[in-house]
């Protein structure tokens, strides 16, 4: 089954920090990634640009709505993302504590609903 991680952060304070730090955590990355890839669990993954980066768009009444920013407000902001394969939510659980993300902010576990599935639970 397919799992996302999705990692939060507060991006201010990963902004803030030593150049010392921050090349630890992204060498704490690249080992985690490559304990991914070499398990075959690693599907996708990617670093998201900080949400002053992002934009939201919503339709209301037929028009669309381009709005600044992220919608919501919040302490930790979505950072980027892991796709893995696993046999179980133990397994994709495992990887969430694996993630550095999980030492300093939080590593969301979802499943992917497969479209088979979704539309077979809708009939």
């Not at 993630?99 to 809708?122: H, L, N």
Request: glycine content about 8%.
């Amino acid at each position: 089954m397919r799992y996302m991680l999705l990692i939060y952060n507060d991006e201010a304070a990963m902004a803030n920090a030593p150049k010392e730090q921050t090349h630890q955590v992204l060498a704490a990355y690249g080992a985690y990634t490559e304990a991914l890839k070499k398990s075959g669990a690693y599907i996708a993954g990617e670093r998201l640009r900080p949400t002053q980066a992002a934009t939201s768009v919503r339709l209301t009444g037929g028009k669309t709505n381009v709005l600044d920013g992220p919608y919501a407000d919040t302490k930790e902001q979505l950072a980027g993302f892991y796709m893995i394969e696993a046999a179980d939510i133990d397994t994709a659980i495992e990887w969430g504590a694996r993630c550095p993300a999980s030492a300093t902010g939080t590593v969301e576990v979802r499943p992917i609903w497969e479209m088979a599935e979704y539309v077979a639970a809708a009939e």
